[in-house]
Each structure stands twice: as structure tokens, then as C-alpha cells.
């Protein structure tokens, strides 16, 4: 009996990475971006997030649909959320956001609790370094990864304080590369707005933080397989929680205009 000859071998689909960057207010159109990528059934394997992106990458990553995490946002007097701690090491306490994601993660969530993989990145202001986290417990980490320097108190952690890593690393696709079959796509919600009138000290302050993050995301956009930078967002303040709804709707739209280039990469 003369045996069939071997299949060929199919070739394995790619699944994406999503590098989510920090942004303020701007994050939230990480919700809309991760809304199209479920409508267009693209398959996300994992995920590394900072601050806003953190936050939105988290949520995500515990089963959490897009729109009810909009909805949790917009919900949430954000007022109630910063308690001042006028102290030395900064102005605001996290207390009352720590209760706030406990109460929506369960708890004391853990990353191995998470239905996708995931890493945090935070700043370690002693070394002067950037602190990936993707096992262990979740919230201290979460925390770090979104306490912005000055206005919010470091996160004591193992050791070390820990503050925004958006701080050094803005766009962290370092826990994504070198993966077979990963293919890295960056979110970044800080285009640099040109036309912006720099007319207040307040304005300056965001504008400096603005410009000296953005420089440490460059090498790392091009490390990226597809690079998802919606020009909208360069229009809104990183304070404007307020209209999370068209910050949503700018990701939303924008990813669903690059669908033919996400398939591209599968």
C-alpha cells in the first residue's frame, strides 16, 4: 500500500502586540483602538502598556470589553480620586485609586490572574532606570506605571520608587520584540501639535513634559511593525477627561482606517 505523501506544512498565522503609550486624558483612545481591533476580529496576544496605556492595557487584559471600560471612566468623578498628600514626595495620595481598581479587578489581582499576558512599565528614580513587571501582584505595579512625578507620590515596591515610566519609556515595545510569530504594533496618543500656543505656565509645563517624553518614543516607533498615531489626539489637552467619548471615537476611527494594513501583517 503506497502511503500518502506528507501535507505541507501551513504556514502559522502571526497574532500582534500591542505597545500602549502613556498620554493623559489623550489614553483614552487606547479604549477605541483595542474596540476595533475585537470588531475586526485581529488576534492580540499581548500587550505592554505605560500610564494612561497601562491603565487601558490592563483592564483589557482582564477580560474587560472596550466600551465598558469607557463607560467605568466616564463614570468616575475623577475629583474624588485625588486626595492631596502635601507632602515632600508629592502633592497627590493614590489611595483612593488604588480602592478603585481593587474594587473593579477583584481585590488583590495578580498578573497570572490576567486572560492575556501583559507587562508595566515604571520608572525607578534611584537607578534611574525603567522596571518591567508581568508576574506577581498587579495593582502595585499599575500604580507605579501611571503616578506622575511631582503630582503624585512614588510607589514604594520592592525596594525601589517608582514613578511613571512613561518618564524614560513612553512606548514600551522592548517586552514584545524578539517574539516568533509577534508582530509589535505601537499605539502612541502624543502627536506633537505644531500649531499649539504655548501662552500660559500651565501650557508650558505640558508642552516641556510633552516634548521630553515624546524623545524617547522615536527609536521605538521604528522598531515597530505598524505604527498607530491617530493626528486627532494632537488637538486635546492630557487633561481633557472630559471628552473621553470623541477621544475613543478618535481611536476607534482611526484604526479602523489602518484595517488593511493590520490584516496585512497577519
Not at 156 to 163: A, D, F, I, W
Amino acid at each position: 500500500m503506497t502511503p500518502y505523501p506528507p501535507l505541507p506544512a501551513q504556514p502559522q498565522q502571526q497574532q500582534l502586540g500591542l505597545a500602549l503609550s502613556g498620554g493623559g486624558a489623550r489614553g483614552i483612545a487606547h479604549l477605541g483602538v483595542l474596540a476595533a481591533f475585537d470588531e475586526l476580529a485581529l488576534p492580540v496576544a499581548r500587550l505592554a502598556g505605560v500610564s494612561s496605556g497601562a491603565i487601558a492595557g490592563t483592564f483589557y487584559a482582564a477580560g474587560f470589553a472596550p466600551r465598558e471600560i469607557l463607560r467605568l471612566l466616564l463614570a468616575t468623578n475623577l475629583a474624588r480620586l485625588t486626595r492631596p498628600a502635601f507632602s515632600r514626595y508629592g502633592l497627590l495620595h493614590l489611595d483612593a485609586v488604588e480602592r478603585l481598581l481593587a474594587a473593579h479587578l477583584g481585590g488583590n489581582p495578580t498578573f497570572a490572574d490576567l486572560r492575556l499576558p501583559l507587562t508595566l512599565v515604571a520608572t525607578d528614580l534611584g537607578a534611574g532606570e525603567s522596571v518591567y513587571f508581568s508576574e506577581g501582584p498587579l495593582l502595585p505595579p499599575l500604580l507605579a506605571s501611571s503616578a506622575v512625578p511631582i503630582l503624585y507620590r512614588a510607589v514604594e515596591y520592592q525596594g525601589r520608587q517608582l514613578v511613571d515610566g512613561g518618564l524614560l519609556n513612553n512606548l514600551p515595545v522592548e517586552p514584545l520584540l524578539g517574539r516568533p510569530g509577534l508582530r509589535v504594533v505601537g499605539v502612541h496618543c502624543n502627536p506633537i501639535n505644531p500649531a499649539a500656543h504655548i501662552n500660559t505656565f500651565r501650557r508650558l509645563i505640558e508642552r516641556t513634559l510633552q516634548l521630553a517624553i515624546n524623545a524617547n518614543t522615536k527609536e521605538r516607533q521604528t522598531q515597530c511593525h505598524l505604527l498607530l498615531e491617530p493626528p486627532e489626539l494632537r488637538h486635546y489637552r492630557p487633561l481633557g477627561y472630559r471628552r473621553g467619548q470623541e477621544l475613543f471615537d478618535i481611536g476607534y476611527r482611526h484604526t479602523l482606517s489602518r484595517a488593511a494594513e493590520l490584516r496585512a501583517l497577519l
